[in-house]
Nanobody, 115 residues
Framework: QVQLVESGGGLVQAGGSLRLACAAS????????MRWYRQAPGKQRELVAL???????NYADSVKGRFTISRDNAKNTVYLQMNSLKPEDTAVYYC?????????WGQGTQVTVSS
């Protein structure tokens, strides 16, 4: 059974940094594209970043140059390094992957950026 568990969220002041982690189990981690999404109150869930099995990356325009996604296949973990955080980055952050057409999500981790 696929399980994704996020950690690393918290409260930080604007301009600060956080690193999120998502530990995966029940899957062959190294061959899967991993994604980070976020959902702010009253807004739709949006894709923040993704990293392919070949470590190609893609970012939402709103986070380019500030966030970095990476993966450690030995630890079955994907990371999201978030720098220069802004109040508008406040959201619940989720990691996600797709296996054989089914989407799997973690429980989410709250990131709050104070101004």
């Amino acid at each position: 059974q696929v399980q994704l568990v996020e950690s690393g969220g918290g409260l930080v002041q604007a301009g600060g940094s956080l690193r999120l982690a998502c530990a995966a189990s029940g899957m062959i981690f190294s061959i899967n594209t991993m994604r980070w999404y976020r959902q702010a109150p009253g807004k739709q869930r949006e894709l923040v970043a993704l990293i392919s099995s070949a470590t190609s990356t893609n970012y939402a325009d709103s986070v380019k140059g500030r966030f970095t996604i990476s993966r450690d296949n030995a630890k079955n973990t994907v990371y999201l390094q978030m720098n220069s955080l802004k109040p508008e980055d406040t959201a619940v952050y989720y990691c996600q992957t797709r296996l054989r057409g089914d989407d799997y999500w973690g429980q989410g981790t709250q990131v709050t950026v104070s101004s």
